[in-house]
């Protein structure tokens, strides 16, 4: 089992909604600040906001294409002609006037969404280093309800959805941000592993305490299950038993 049940944990990124009614600016202030829960039937799905750092941003606004783009490139061209004989403002001043004047990301709001994909992922050794094969295949169902749940979204904040530059046709590739399994626990080393505790079935004493524990997606921000999974695992090392209510081994900073 080992280095089988991958997951990118659902995460479907660099979507998000173009020409917002309003404001968003997603370079300015912290990163997910708010979530909505879009569960269906068959799939856990979970949205948050997401922020760029602003050299991603302006990075962005060169590449999102628009009916003024031809014209902006021959005023740049010009202004850099002029530039490079001592005539003219500059690129500076230039670049300060596309950038106070306000561009498409100023109305842009990515999105970080996770699902409950297949967690079919394979890790294996090649020349010594790791190799990923994951295919999105199993998970198509669960990525078509959540981009007709960004689609509401963007509906709503009166602009226009685009879907991942990543996810377009012909390349068809996801990015995660939060890789699990692949040393995940489980009840028996036929199906897992490690045991309960993060130990590794007939290896005493080897254990295992980061996101390759967790045995599929969990379609939220997956920081804090593994770092209780983590600290668990960590009694377990040194007490060998459960950490009980007012337990006197309970951790200082607990």
Known sequence: MLGT?????GDFILAGTLEADRVVDPGRGPSITAGADFSTKENSIFIEDLGYPDPFIWLLEGAIPRATRLGDLMVAAVT????????????????ADRLFRGGVTTRFLPYL????????GRLQLSDGCIDLKWSHRRSRGMIGEMEEALKSLSSSLGGEYVTSLL?????????TAHPLGGC?????KELSVTNHSGEVWDYPGLYVADGSLIPTALSANPSLTI????????????????????????????
């Not at 049940?5 to 944990?9: A, D, E, I, L, W």
């Open 227 to 254: 770092s209780a999974v983590a600290e668990r695992v960590a009694f377990w090392m040194i007490h060998q038993r459960e950490m009980d209510p007012g337990d006197p081994e309970t951790p200082k900073n607990h």
């Open 184 to 188: 995940f626990m489980g009840e028996s």
């Open 5 to 9: 049940r991958f997951s990118g944990n």
């Open 113 to 120: 969404g996770m699902g409950s994909d297949a967690a079919d």
């Open 167 to 175: 996810w377009r046709w012909p390349l068809r590739k996801l990015l």
């Open 80 to 95: 850099y002609l002029l530039d490079t004989v001592g005539v003219g403002r500059g690129r500076i001043s230039f670049e």
